[in-house]
C-alpha cells in the first residue's frame, strides 16, 4: 500500500513540475510580448527578430570565411614544403601579400559591356561577381611582380609625394578607401595617393577625372594662390562621343587652362591610362601557355561569335552599330547575344567561359572614328578570351598602332555586311585560316619595360604619374586648353562628335 501510495505522488510531483515550468514560460512569454497592440511594438519586436537572424547568419559567414582562408594558407605552407616551421610566419605574410597584387576591380553587370565608366546604374543594383580579368600576378622570369601597394619599412612615413585625387570614377570615389588611399610601390615612386583634400597645399599633385558631375567640382585651388610647384593633371577615360555633351563646362576660365599634365588612353596624352597593351596581354597569354592553355580553348570552341551589349542608343555611335550588327545577322551571322539591348542577360556563374567558347568577339566601340579609342572590347572580351576581335568603330589606323600583327578583322575592309559574314564563316571552316589570327601570341616577350607599366589598371596609371611626380629632370608645361586639346585634336572626321 505504501508503495502505490509514494508511485501517486511521484506522479503528482511530475505534474506539478510541468506545470511550474509552463507557468514560468507564460511569464517570460507575457513579458517579452509587446504591452500594447500598437503599430510600434510591433515594428520594434520585429526589428528585432530581423536584427537577430541577420547576427547568427553574418557570424556563421565570417566564419566560414575564416576557415577557408585558413585552409587555403595551410595548403598553400604544405606546398612549399617547409623542413620545419620556423619559416611559417614569413610564408603567412608572403601568402598574404599574393592575394592583393591587384587592385579588386567591381564586377560588369551581367552580360554588360563597360559603356557606363561612371557606374551610375551598377552602383545601385547587387550583382553577381564575374571575374572578366586577369586578378592574379603574372611573374616571369627578368620580371618581378610587386606584389603589395605599400612603402618599405626603411622608407619615413610622411616624407612620400602625396597624389591628392580630387575626383576620380564614380565608383573609385564610392570605395576611395579600397581605390584611392594607399602607398605606391617602391618601383612607382612610393607616392602616398589620398582624397583628403586637407593635404591641398601640400600634394605633389592633383588629379582631376572628367566626369558628368564636372560641374559640382570645379572647386580646384585658385592657379593665382596654388603651391607653384604642383602639377594638375587632367583624366579623361571615356571617348569624347559620350562626355562631349557636357564638355562646355571645361570651358570655364577657373578650369580650362590649369592643368600640367593630361591622363588619357591616347597615345599622345603625357600619362597613357591602357584599356590594354601588346606586353600585358603577352604576359598573361605565356602564363597560361605554361599549361597548354591555347590548345585547350581551341578544342572548346563551338560558338561562332559573341557579343555582349547594353549601349543601344545613348550615342550616335552605339545607334549606328546596333544597325550594322542586325545587318550581320540578318546576313546569316552566328551572333551569340546578351545584354538589355537583347534583352538576355547571361545567367551563368562566368563570362569569360562563355566568350572562350566562341571563335570571335563583336568588338563594337559605342562612337565612331573617336582618335584612339580601343576599349575593353578588344583587348578584355576579345584577345584576353582567346576570340579574334572583329572590330568597329575605330579607324583601322588607330587599331594598328596598338594591336599585335594580324590579331583582329576589321569591318571596313569588307564592301558590305554579307561579304564579312562570308569571310568570317570561311576562317570557321578552315582552321589553318583561323589560326593565323592567334600567332602573334607566340612572339617572344619584350620584358624591359616593368610590370608595373603595363598592367591596366588605375593603379598603374596613378604610378606612371608618381614617376612623373618624382622626376627631378621633368620639364614643367602647361596645356593651353584641356577642352581643345580633348575635344579638337586628332579627328579624322565629324563621326566621332555627332549627336
Known amino acids: 500500500m505504501k508503495q502505490k501510495s509514494r508511485g501517486a505522488r511521484g506522479i503528482v510531483?511530475?505534474?506539478?513540475?510541468?506545470?511550474?515550468?509552463?507557468?514560468?514560460?507564460?511569464?517570460?512569454?507575457?513579458?517579452?510580448?509587446?504591452?500594447?497592440?500598437?503599430?510600434?511594438?510591433?515594428?520594434?519586436?520585429?526589428?528585432?527578430?530581423?536584427?537577430?537572424?541577420?547576427?547568427?547568419?553574418?557570424?556563421?559567414?565570417?566564419?566560414?570565411?575564416?576557415?577557408?582562408?585558413?585552409?587555403?594558407?595551410?595548403?598553400?605552407?604544405v606546398n612549399k614544403n617547409l623542413e620545419d616551421?620556423?619559416?611559417?610566419?614569413?610564408?603567412?605574410?608572403?601568402?598574404?601579400?599574393?592575394?592583393?597584387?591587384?587592385?579588386?576591380?567591381?564586377?560588369?553587370?551581367?552580360?554588360?559591356?563597360?559603356?557606363?565608366?561612371?557606374?551610375?546604374?551598377?552602383l545601385k543594383r547587387d550583382r553577381k561577381k564575374l571575374k572578366l580579368a586577369e586578378e592574379s600576378p603574372i611573374e616571369s622570369e627578368g620580371r618581378k611582380v610587386h606584389a603589395k601597394l605599400e612603402v618599405p619599412p626603411e622608407r619615413a612615413v610622411g616624407n612620400e609625394p602625396i597624389i591628392l585625387v580630387w575626383k576620380a570614377m564614380e565608383y573609385q570615389m564610392k570605395h576611395y578607401k579600397e581605390h584611392l588611399e594607399y602607398i605606391s610601390p617602391p618601383e612607382c615612386g612610393g607616392c602616398k595617393v589620398t582624397t583628403n583634400r586637407k593635404l591641398v597645399r601640400e600634394c605633389a599633385a592633383l588629379v582631376h577625372f572628367n566626369s558628368p558631375d564636372l560641374r559640382k567640382f570645379l572647386d580646384v585651388p585658385d592657379p593665382k594662390t596654388r603651391n607653384p610647384n604642383?602639377?594638375?593633371?587632367?583624366?579623361?577615360?571615356?571617348?569624347?562621343?559620350?562626355?562631349?555633351?557636357?564638355?562646355?563646362?571645361?570651358?570655364?576660365?577657373?578650369?580650362?587652362?590649369?592643368?600640367?599634365?593630361?591622363?588619357?588612353?591616347?597615345?599622345?596624352?603625357?600619362?597613357?591610362?591602357?584599356?590594354?597593351?601588346?606586353?600585358?596581354?603577352?604576359?598573361?597569354?605565356?602564363?597560361?601557355?605554361?599549361?597548354?592553355?591555347?590548345?585547350?580553348?581551341?578544342?572548346?570552341?563551338?560558338?561562332?561569335?559573341?557579343?555582349?551589349?547594353?549601349?543601344?542608343?545613348?550615342?550616335?555611335?552605339?545607334?549606328?552599330?546596333?544597325?550594322?550588327?542586325?545587318?550581320?545577322?540578318?546576313?546569316?551571322?552566328?551572333m551569340t547575344t546578351y545584354g538589355t539591348c537583347f534583352n538576355n542577360r547571361f545567367k551563368g556563374?562566368?563570362?569569360?567561359?562563355?566568350?572562350?567558347?566562341?571563335?570571335?568577339?563583336?568588338?563594337?566601340?559605342?562612337?565612331?572614328?573617336?582618335?584612339?579609342?580601343?576599349?575593353?572590347?578588344?583587348w578584355r572580351n576579345g584577345l584576353r578570351s582567346s576570340a579574334v576581335p572583329i572590330v568597329w568603330g575605330p579607324t583601322k589606323e588607330d587599331v594598328i598602332k596598338v594591336a599585335p600583327v594580324n590579331s583582329f578583322i576589321h569591318a571596313e575592309d569588307f564592301k558590305s555586311p554579307k561579304e564579312l559574314v562570308d569571310y568570317v564563316n570561311y576562317l570557321d571552316r578552315n582552321d589553318t585560316a583561323y589560326r593565323e589570327y592567334h600567332k602573334w601570341r607566340f612572339q617572344p616577350l619584350d620584358e624591359s619595360t616593368p610590370y608595373e607599366d603595363i598592367i591596366p589598371?588605375?593603379?598603374?596609371?596613378?604610378?606612371?604619374?608618381?614617376?612623373?611626380?618624382?622626376?627631378?629632370?621633368?620639364?614643367r608645361k602647361t596645356v593651353p586648353s584641356v577642352y581643345n586639346w580633348l575635344y579638337k585634336t586628332g579627328f579624322v572626321d565629324d563621326e566621332c562628335l555627332k549627336s
Open 349 to 378: 556563374s562566368d563570362l569569360v567561359k562563355e566568350m572562350q567558347r566562341h571563335k570571335f568577339y563583336i568588338s563594337f566601340e559605342n562612337s565612331i572614328h573617336c582618335p584612339d579609342y580601343v576599349s575593353e572590347k578588344f
Open 13 to 77: 510531483d511530475k505534474f506539478r513540475r510541468k506545470h511550474i515550468a509552463k507557468m514560468r514560460v507564460n511569464l517570460i512569454v507575457r513579458q517579452l510580448r509587446p504591452r500594447s497592440k500598437s503599430s510600434v511594438s510591433n515594428y520594434f519586436l520585429i526589428l528585432s527578430i530581423v536584427g537577430l537572424l541577420w547576427y547568427t547568419l553574418h557570424w556563421k559567414r565570417t566564419a566560414n570565411e575564416v576557415t577557408r582562408s585558413r585552409h587555403s594558407l595551410g595548403h598553400y605552407i
Open 230 to 334: 604642383q602639377l594638375y593633371a587632367f583624366w579623361s577615360r571615356e571617348t569624347p562621343a559620350k562626355t562631349y555633351h557636357f564638355g562646355d563646362v571645361l570651358k570655364d576660365p577657373r578650369f580650362d587652362s590649369i592643368f600640367n599634365l593630361t591622363i588619357n588612353f591616347r597615345p599622345d596624352s603625357d600619362i597613357v591610362d591602357y584599356f590594354g597593351n601588346i606586353q600585358y596581354e603577352l604576359t598573361v597569354f605565356h602564363e597560361k601557355q605554361k599549361s597548354n592553355w591555347f590548345e585547350k580553348m581551341m578544342t572548346r570552341k563551338s560558338g561562332l561569335a559573341i557579343w555582349a551589349v547594353s549601349n543601344c542608343n545613348n550615342t550616335h555611335g552605339a545607334a549606328e552599330r546596333m544597325k550594322y550588327a542586325m545587318k550581320l545577322i540578318n546576313s546569316g551571322l552566328k
Open 85 to 122: 616551421n620556423s619559416n611559417v610566419q614569413q610564408l603567412a605574410n608572403e601568402y598574404d601579400r599574393s592575394n592583393d597584387v591587384h587592385e579588386k576591380r567591381y564586377p560588369k553587370d551581367l552580360g554588360q559591356e563597360d559603356d557606363d565608366p561612371f557606374n551610375r546604374g551598377k
Open 457 to 475: 589598371t588605375h593603379r598603374s596609371t596613378l604610378c606612371r604619374l608618381c614617376k612623373k611626380v618624382t622626376d627631378k629632370h621633368l620639364t
